[in-house]
């Protein structure tokens, strides 16, 4: 069965940080990774997806998630926090029926300090 | 750019109340879902509807949950008879292929007093 970790409910970093979330996954098959960002009061949105193309994954707003098998893991990192990337952070896993259900991680708030 | 929308965004509802949900996926999407996420829980997967029927359910959807496409372009999820349990953000998402990733509506706090 497909499961998903978060390591850290909050963290917390100064504007111009490196923001570093992590996410650790179990996959009875090849996984298709996602990691989705909510802003307050709004819907999920897709930051970036991992489906077993390059292991370095490259998304929006400078975000990026590198795949290693060995450590089934899929950390979200980004070289310079900024305020507005204040938000709370979800890792997630298809599920491996092809219904592409997703199942998801506890989430990581992620607050940026001026 | 399309989106999902969902309505409304927040609804009120006394305990053994019928509640209906409403979500209108992307227009060109054929897979549709619903997950919920309780205050301060991890967001679970409830439902994914397929050709007019449910593909997978998880062990939350129970009898006392339906969803339905009734026109082609709304996808709704009703419950029955609400718990205090039930209160939770219900997320409505879509996607055009099974294996692509998921667009996602903004949610429906629902609150069961």
């Known amino acids: 069965a497909q499961s998903v970790t978060q390591l850290g409910s909050h963290v917390s970093v100064s504007e111009g940080a490196l923001v570093l979330l992590r996410c650790n996954y179990s996959?009875?098959?090849?996984?298709?990774l996602f990691w989705y960002v909510q802003y307050p009061n709004q819907g999920l949105q897709l930051l970036l997806k991992y489906t077993s193309a390059a292991t370095l994954v490259k998304g929006i707003n400078g975000f990026e998630a590198e795949f290693k098998k060995s450590e089934t893991s899929f950390h979200l990192t980004k070289p310079s926090a900024h305020m507005s990337d204040a938000a709370e952070y979800f890792c997630a896993v298809r599920g491996s029926s092809n219904t592409g259900k997703l199942i998801f991680g506890q989430g990581t708030t992620l607050q940026v300090k001026p | 750019e399309p989106e999902v929308t969902q309505t409304p965004s927040h609804q009120v509802t006394q305990m053994g109340q019928e509640v209906i949900l409403r979500c209108v996926p992307i227009s060109n999407h054929l897979y549709f879902y619903w997950y919920r996420q309780i205050l301060g829980q991890k967001v679970e997967f409830l439902v994914s509807?397929?050709?007019?029927?449910?593909?997978?359910k998880s062990e939350i959807f129970d009898d006392q949950f339906s969803v339905e496409r009734p026109d082609g372009s709304n996808f709704t999820l009703k419950i029955r008879s609400t718990k205090l349990e039930d209160s939770a953000m219900y997320f409505c998402?879509?996607?055009?292929?099974?294996?692509?990733?998921?667009?996602f509506g903004p949610g429906t706090r629902l609150t069961v007093l």
């Open positions: 996959s009875s098959v090849p996984p298709y």
């Open positions: 998402a879509s996607s055009d292929a099974g294996y692509n990733e998921q667009f």
């Open positions: 509807f397929y050709n007019n029927e449910i593909s997978e």
